[in-house]
């Protein structure tokens, strides 16, 4: 099995940056895709980012383009999600997910997710 521990949550005014931090551990893959989806109070789980394992391909929502970056250190088997200019409305629980395949946006397609972790901007 794989174990996804995230970290970094906290409470950040708005304009303020946050780092979330991802690490894997367990069973291990030749390669796998990274992601990041949140949810916020009353709402869906969305995509926020996604990363593939060279870290040449990385997509993000059109909500946090320009604002968040998503990396990741495969010595360390760690995504990280950088957030910027962090807005109210990005308050969410912020989870990270794996997969064991192409990177993509589709949230049914990951294999592993951590507990997530809170963000919570204050205006």
């Known amino acids: 099995q794989v174990q996804l521990v995230e970290s970094g949550g906290g409470l950040v005014q708005a304009g303020g940056p946050l780092r979330l931090s991802c690490a894997a551990s367990?069973?291990?893959?030749?390669?796998?895709?990274m992601g990041w989806f949140r949810q916020a109070p009353r709402k869906e789980r969305e995509f926020v980012a996604a990363?593939?394992?060279?870290?040449?391909?990385?997509y993000y929502a059109d909500s946090v383009k320009g604002r968040f970056t998503i990396s990741r250190d495969n010595v360390k088997n760690t995504v990280y999600l950088q957030m910027n200019s962090l807005k109210p409305e990005d308050t969410a629980v912020y989870y990270c997910?794996?997969?064991?395949?192409?990177?993509?946006?589709?949230?049914?397609?990951?294999?592993?997710w951590g507990e997530g972790t809170t963000v919570t901007v204050s205006s």
């Open positions: 997910a794996l997969r064991t395949g192409a990177v993509t946006t589709r949230a049914p397609l990951y294999d592993y």
């Open positions: 367990g069973r291990t893959f030749s390669s796998y895709a």
């Open positions: 990363i593939s394992w060279s870290g040449s391909i990385a």
